[in-house]
């Protein structure tokens, strides 16, 4: 079972997080040992499959997230009220869910919450690491800063993202085209061709017995074939959505050649970015990791943070908890939160960090653009003659018997 909890470490720092545990009192027990004073604990409500496609159709993107932020920081700016300042955005808002949200969030607001209150109802629009920044904000009176410190934070995120999305399109379209393209020929084309083959008595060629194979399968059993596929869709959704399903994925992410390479960097940019932002926020060291860890996008690193910020809560310097994982942390990295702690630039250093991974994203999914064409044209183009020639070739050895 999965718990969520508010509890505050031996410092007085609140955290919020989850915690999965047989029973409430077991669940007790686990944040115990970690030092933790509980001040909340729940059970999280279990979310199905069909729960999850509904949130996704009706979800706030992050583009409409950026732009609600760079706004809202532009009227504080302009010494416009929160509470002004939302019916304002509530006006000139196009997203339907994130219009109602932050309708709430006014009647919240004049109700005589705090902003960081009203956000914390709306845990699936804002994340841990928006929520603290604007708590922080409240502490130092310093909100417009720090929303348009989150307005920037957001467009990089969203800058980055988009860049490698954009890289993966044509890649998928030339994919599912020929994935068509080879199901028409397959479904329809061969069985058509079947009774000449078999008739004729030519002697097929080893591809075209394959094909043949493949085409008498899928003809006899498509509907277990899509009933096995819908199967892996819906519990394979569940068990990537579990924290052991989730740790499993994010792990395989990271092994693929070159891909994984590339989302080390685009994490280490992340997490560099999100750390220095929060430190300038006025948020403690290692409540900023922690806080990190809920941002980053993917378990392993969170696991990695989490036990960062616990070593760090422990005595232990940031660089060397880093350094003690060169795997996932390289060295650039540790070396950088080094020289920030010693010179206690720490923030400056971790800025610098983001931006020179950023700039190597950019640089990868630059070079990827330029070599997967070619190399997906030749092996595209590679399939298809094999899948025609299969085809033709048959047809030729038998126009020459008459």
């Given amino acids: 079972m999965k718990f969520k909890y508010t509890a505050r470490n031996k410092k007085g720092e609140l955290q919020t997080g989850n915690v999965n545990a047989v029973n409430r009192e077991k669940a007790l027990g686990i944040l115990a040992q970690h030092d933790l004073f509980v001040l909340e604990l729940s059970q999280a409500l279990e979310i199905r499959w069909h729960d999850r496609l509904f949130s996704y159709i009706n979800h706030v993107r992050a583009k409409d997230?950026?732009?609600?932020?760079?706004?809202?920081?532009?009227?504080?700016?302009?010494?416009?009220s929160i509470n002004d300042s939302l019916r304002t955005l509530f006006k000139q808002t196009t997203s339907r869910r994130l219009r109602e949200v932050?309708?709430?969030?006014?009647?919240?607001?004049?109700?005589?919450?705090?902003?960081?209150?009203?956000?914390?109802?709306?845990?699936?629009?804002?994340?841990?690491?928006?929520?603290n920044m604007i708590r922080s904000a409240e502490v130092t009176g310093r909100m417009d800063e720090v929303l348009g410190f989150l307005a920037d934070y957001l467009e990089k995120e969203h800058g980055l993202i988009a860049r490698v999305r954009n890289a993966m399109i044509y890649p998928a379209v030339v994919i599912a085209l020929f994935i068509i393209v080879s199901g028409v020929i397959v479904l329809i084309v061969v069985p058509t061709l079947r009774p000449i083959f078999e008739e004729s008595n030519v002697k097929l060629p080893f591809f075209t017995q394959i094909l043949l194979g493949v085409s008498g399968f899928i003809s006899a059993w498509w509907w277990v074939i899509l009933a096995?596929?819908?199967?892996?869709?819906?519990?394979?959704?569940?068990?990537?959505?579990?924290?052991?399903g989730r740790a499993l994925f994010d792990e395989l992410k990271?092994?693929?050649?070159?891909?994984?390479?590339?989302?080390?960097?685009?994490?280490?940019?992340?997490?560099?970015?999100?750390?220095?932002?929060?430190?300038?926020?006025?948020?403690?060291?290692t409540q900023s990791i922690?806080?990190?860890?809920?941002?980053?996008?993917?378990?392993?690193?969170?696991?990695?943070?989490?036990?960062?910020?616990?070593?760090?809560?422990?005595?232990?310097?940031?660089?060397?908890t880093f350094a003690s994982d060169p795997k996932y942390?390289?060295?650039?990295?540790?070396?950088?939160?080094?020289?920030?702690?010693?010179?206690?630039?720490?923030?400056d250093m971790l800025k610098r960090v983001s931006k020179?991974?950023?700039?190597?994203?950019d640089d990868i999914v630059?070079?990827?653009?330029?070599?997967?064409?070619p190399t997906l044209i030749i092996i595209i183009g590679l399939l298809a003659g094999l899948l025609f020639a299969s085809v033709l070739l048959p047809l030729y050895d038998l126009a020459k018997t008459f």
């Fill in 366 to 373: 630059a070079n990827l653009v330029e070599l997967i064409q």
């Fill in 254 to 285: 990271l092994k693929v050649p070159i891909i994984g390479g590339l989302l080390k960097k685009l994490y280490i940019a992340r997490l560099s970015e999100a750390i220095g932002v929060l430190l300038r926020g006025g948020i403690a060291t």
């Fill in 102 to 131: 932050v309708f709430n969030m006014a009647g919240d607001v004049d109700a005589g919450l705090s902003l960081s209150q009203a956000l914390e109802r709306n845990p699936d629009v804002f994340s841990e690491f928006y929520i």
């Fill in 329 to 347: 942390f390289p060295p650039l990295l540790a070396q950088m939160v080094a020289v920030g702690e010693s010179t206690g630039r720490l923030e």
């Fill in 228 to 244: 096995v596929f819908a199967g892996f869709f819906v519990f394979g959704l569940d068990y990537v959505k579990t924290p052991e």
């Fill in 65 to 80: 997230l950026m732009i609600f932020t760079r706004q809202f920081s532009t009227l504080l700016e302009a010494k416009v």
């Fill in 290 to 320: 922690e806080i990190a860890s809920h941002t980053v996008g993917n378990a392993v690193y969170s696991d990695l943070l989490h036990e960062s910020a616990e070593r760090v809560n422990a005595g232990e310097m940031v660089s060397q």
């Fill in 356 to 361: 020179f991974y950023t700039q190597e994203v």
